[in-house]
């Protein structure tokens, strides 16, 4: 019985000793191969090339690819456009809320008002070191000018006035155009605009 066991045990010794070297040798293997990728021959990024016939190593996208999460098909929010022509009004994910006019005015005097001024007139402080003075947002013209057309300026600059694309995000450009209908509002405002709530306030501060 001893013996046998014995027997055994030398086996299983034997037996982990080709495993643990068997396994070493693949590890070994790991690594090399690990390392071969690391030296095999490769395209340094723009490199030239002799294989592909257009010469260059990077290689164009593959026929049909499409970036996904950027196709702004919504004509309305993207471009301040419906059916070929200036929106009149805003798309529908934009909603007028209080939040998104406390938005829209600080985005309006950062990027805005320093020519336009914080009322809309047109006589900021860019103005006033000697810029073209734009025309202000209370005349009939620019009061009576489609939403989508304040958009379309805002994305794509008018005559002196630069593009703000970079500056102000989609969401934002719907938010100043809120502010500056309500900046158009309140130059043109009656007393019976205002909410009876607040006319003591007003009364008391005004008259
Ligand atoms: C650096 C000064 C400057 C800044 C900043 C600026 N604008 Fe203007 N904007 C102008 C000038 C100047 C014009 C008139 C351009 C011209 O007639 O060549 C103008 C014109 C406009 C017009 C009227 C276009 C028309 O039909 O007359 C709108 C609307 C307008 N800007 C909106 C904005 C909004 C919104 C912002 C902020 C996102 C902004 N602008 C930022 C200078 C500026």
């Not at 969401?171 to 405002?189: F, G, H």
Request: glycine content about 10%; overall charge negative.
């Amino acid at each position: 019985m001893g013996g046998r066991t014995k027997i055994w045990r030398t086996r299983m010794t034997l037996l982990g000793g080709i495993g643990l070297v068997l396994s070493m040798t693949f590890l070994g293997t790991g690594c090399e191969l690990r390392k071969k990728m690391y030296d095999q021959p490769r395209y340094k990024t723009y490199a030239e090339s002799d294989f592909f016939e257009d010469g260059t190593s990077a290689r164009p996208l593959v026929e049909g690819t499409v970036p996904r999460g950027f196709l702004r098909e919504d004509d309305h929010f993207y471009r301040g456009m419906v059916d070929g022509t200036f929106a009149t009004d805003f798309p529908d994910r934009v909603e007028i809320t209080e939040e998104l006019l406390w938005r829209g005015k600080e985005r309006y005097d950062i990027f805005c008002s320093v020519c336009h001024d914080p009322a809309g007139y047109g006589n900021g402080m860019v103005v006033q070191r000697g810029f073209k003075a734009p025309e202000s947002f209370h005349t009939e013209r620019l009061r009576g000018m489609p939403d989508g057309y304040y958009y379309e300026v805002i994305t794509s600059g008018f005559g002196m006035m630069a593009s703000y694309a970079y500056q102000v995000k989609p969401e934002d450009r719907w938010a100043i155009i809120a502010y500056i209908r309500a900046l158009q509002l309140s130059q043109y405002a009656t007393w019976d605009d205002v909410p009876e709530a607040v006319r003591p306030e007003l009364e008391a501060s005004v008259l």
